[in-house]
């Protein structure tokens, strides 16, 4: 089964690293991640900036570089980039920008909104939410008027599944990611989105799976080809995030 891997991390030490709630996470380099998922047919992936990242992206500029073609980046920027680095972030594979709303570590929420649009109507770039689902409601608001975003690992809390699905009507990408950090059973979620939209849902290994209750195994992809048909595996698990990220296919 051809994978592309919609969520995953780089943790390389010789670069920033900085601590998110007296955290500071393991390294978990790019051969790292290789050496992982070499039993897979990972096909493509996007390196998602984390909150120990702060906004140094050097890391992320050299781990696409060493992954290669397939692989694209999701960046935490502050609202007063510059044009400039914008460019650059975009010419080396950089296609979103993330707020981390659960943790913090990124640019603050009020600012979703402007510089969502800004990269948006500059370069295209789509917005990805680390964002516990039971907060949906009160940024209802703001993410109405965002053109096009995602939400990572299944919107995290069973408490707003119901603001989830809203989203997911409206056509919003779900993340099929972080079955450890959930509060409930990923298994008819993953259903009922899929019933609303088959286009929705992402399929992400999470690696290294920093702070997750239960760290990403091979049982999370045996989950989906035990409970979806051949062709929705293809869709959740490569088709829906290649063309989302925009992986030539």
């Known amino acids: 089964m051809k994978i592309f891997d919609s969520h995953f991390h780089i943790i390389n030490p010789d670069f920033p690293l900085v601590e998110n709630n007296g955290y500071l996470p393991p390294a978990f380099k790019v051969e ?9 047919q990972v096909v493509g992936g996007a390196v998602v900036s984390g909150s120990f990242q702060a906004f140094d992206q050097h890391y992320l500029l050299d781990a696409l570089k060493r992954l290669g073609g397939n692989f694209f980046g999701v960046a935490n920027i502050p609202v007063n980039i510059t044009d400039e680095e914008v460019e650059m972030l975009d010419k080396a594979g950089v296609v979103a920008v993330r707020f981390n709303i659960k943790r913090g570590g990124s640019e603050k929420p009020e600012h979703i909104e402007k510089l969502s649009n800004y990269l948006y109507e500059k370069l295209n770039w789509h917005t990805e939410l680390y964002v516990d689902s039971k907060d949906l409601k009160d940024l209802k608001t703001v993410l109405a008027n965002i053109p096009k975003f995602s939400i990572d690992h299944l919107g995290l809390s069973n408490e707003g599944l119901d603001d989830l699905y809203y989203w997911v009507e409206k056509g919003v990408k779900i993340k099929a990611t972080g079955f450890g950090r959930i509060d409930f059973d990923p298994v008819p979620v993953m259903k009922q989105i899929y019933s609303i ?3 929705a849902l992402m399929f992400g290994t999470d690696l ?15 989950l989906i080809r035990d409970h979806f048909s051949g062709e929705e595996q293809e869709k959740i698990c490569f088709t829906n995030a290649a063309e989302w990220y925009g992986m030539k296919v």
């Not at 290294?208 to 045996?222: G, L, N, W, Y």
């Open 32 to 40: 790292d991640y290789q050496a992982f998922i070499k039993e897979h």
């Open 197 to 199: 939209n088959p286009d």
């Open 208 to 222: 290294p799976s920093t702070r997750a209750k239960v760290p990403f195994t091979e049982k999370d992809i045996q």
